[in-house]
């Protein structure tokens, strides 16, 4: 019975495998078999296809630039600067709707001259990539500084002709009374003495370098050679650049009469530099009196004929003349006077130009 059974089940396992043989149906598979897919077809790779390019569209070309830069001027349009001082432009900005900024590019046309009074202009040009231009002024006035008026009793009282011999016990007389005044000095090898008058507090101005009226006014280039080197050992000595002037024996002088017109050109084109010239409207006449007492009554006696006193003395040098300052100090400070030094912004003396 047992073999029976095995027999039957080895025929029938024989019958199913040739049944899969001949319908290429994989053993084991009692399925449809009709959508199987082939060996052939199962190892065939899957098929790709590149991504559609999205198309990149054409940009609007920008219309032609016809728009300048815009030009900015920083500060005023109009600028005063106070002639022998420093001038600084005030600055600008330049800005471009397409190229930015351009303040770097732009260019200035003009000069200053802070040493001669006028009027100047200074035009600034900036242009763009497409040449665009734009363009500002400025108009800079270079001017004698405003006259600054003091209230109330004032002397201005100046010394020509130093340094001397009186040099020191000057300062220390000036210095026990708390008072100011001006120096205008001549050349002189003791430089040192300038230095001191500065840092006592005093105004430092030029005379001259040679007091000689054949070589000071022999013609206009010797005055100037002349001003400019008294100018220049005042600065090698102090560090100051003073403006301040007197003409030797004044600019109502007629010694220079040697040179006929020099006084007209020279009183105009030392104002023309910059310059402030400086006379004065009492005169101590201590080159005119040795008498102590004249010298003090004339001060005195003329000071209080004038707002503006601009007193003349020549204290450095002479021992009469000098022995009247203190007394001069005294009475100015008991009749309420207050004795200051010069600036460029003082009322200033100017006499009446005779050659």
């Not at 049944?19 to 009692?30: E, F, L, M, R, W």
């Not at 006259?147 to 002709?161: M, R």
């Not at 100011?180 to 090898?189: D, E, H, M, P, Q």
């Not at 006379?279 to 707002?307: F, G, Q």
Request: negative net charge; charged residues 20%.
């Amino acid at each position: 019975m047992k073999r029976k059974i095995l027999f039957l089940t080895m025929v029938i396992g024989s019958l199913c495998l040739s049944a899969c043989g001949q319908k290429d149906i994989p053993a084991g598979n009692t399925g449809d078999v009709s959508a199987a897919p082939s060996v052939t077809e199962a190892l065939k790779p899957t098929e790709t296809h590149a991504p559609t390019a999205t198309p990149v569209p054409t940009p609007t070309p920008l219309p032609p630039d016809t728009t300048a830069p815009e030009l900015t001027l920083l500060g005023e349009s109009a600028v005063k600067v106070i002639a022998r001082s420093e001038f600084e432009d005030p600055g600008f900005t330049a800005t471009d709707d397409r190229d930015g900024d351009l303040t770097s590019s732009v260019q200035i046309e003009g000069e200053v001259d802070v040493n001669w009074c006028g009027s100047y202009t200074l035009t600034y040009t900036v242009s763009d990539a497409a040449g665009n231009t734009a363009t500002a002024e400025r108009t800079v006035e270079v001017a004698q500084p405003e006259t600054v008026y003091p209230e109330g009793k004032v002397i201005y009282l100046t010394f020509d002709d130093g340094p001397g011999l009186y040099t020191e016990e000057l300062l220390e007389l000036l210095d026990k009374y708390g008072v100011k005044v001006t120096f205008f000095v001549c050349g002189n090898k003791n430089t040192e003495l300038y230095r001191k008058i500065v840092e006592a507090g005093h105004t430092i101005g030029a005379h001259c370098y040679v007091h000689d009226y054949g070589v000071v006014y022999k013609s206009d280039e010797a005055y100037f050679e002349d001003l400019n080197k008294i100018l220049d050992l005042i600065y090698e000595s102090t560090g100051v650049r003073t403006t301040l002037i007197r003409f030797p024996g004044g600019a109502s002088n007629k010694v220079s009469m040697i040179c006929p017109g020099i006084m007209t050109r020279i009183t105009e084109k030392v104002t023309n530099m910059g310059y402030q010239y400086v006379d004065w409207n009492v005169s101590a006449e201590d080159s005119v009196t040795r008498d102590t007492a004249e010298i003090l009554n004339y001060m005195v006696k003329d000071t209080p004929k004038w707002t503006y006193p601009i007193v003349l003395q020549h204290p450095e040098g002479r021992s009469f003349s000098f022995a009247a300052v203190e007394d001069y100090i005294k009475w100015g400070l008991d009749n309420g006077y207050t004795f200051l030094p010069l600036t460029p912004e003082s009322p200033l003396e100017q006499h009446r130009v005779k050659n």
